[in-house]
């Protein structure tokens, strides 16, 4: 069983960077896409970030181009997000999320196989 593990959130306050992690267990790493998704409070989930098995392709949200960046290590089985320039609209919880079919990266949550708890990121004016 695949499980991941979000840290790495906290309050910042606009302008400020954050570099979220998320950690998996079970499974063979680097057989999955992986992709970040948040959740700002009443809305829904939406895509953020999504990153091929072996790190060389990205995509990314309109939101958050040249803002944020996806990144991963196979060897410590951990993805990352590092966030910069945040504002107040990227107040949210923040998930990550693998793929295990491959193929293009995926921005639909349905088409993820495994998700983690979340982590929330809060960013004050």
């Known amino acids: 069983q695949v499980q991941l593990v979000e840290s790495g959130g906290g309050l910042v306050q606009a302008g400020d960077s954050l570099r979220l992690s998320c950690a998996a267990s079970?499974?063979?790493?680097?057989?999955?896409?992986i992709a970040w998704f948040r959740r700002a409070p009443g809305k829904e989930r939406e895509f953020v970030a999504a990153i091929s098995r072996n790190g060389r392709i990205v995509t990314w949200a309109d939101s958050v181009k040249g803002r944020f960046r996806i990144s991963r290590a196979n060897d410590k089985s951990t993805a990352y997000l590092q966030m910069n320039s945040l504002n107040p609209g990227d107040t949210a919880v923040y998930y990550c999320?693998?793929?295990?079919?491959?193929?293009?990266?995926?921005?639909?949550?349905?088409?993820?196989?495994?998700w983690g708890q979340g982590t929330q990121v809060t960013v004050s004016f």
């Open positions: 999320a693998a793929d295990v079919d491959g193929g293009s990266l995926k921005s639909r949550e349905d088409e993820y196989d495994y």
């Open positions: 079970g499974g063979t790493y680097s057989n999955f896409q």
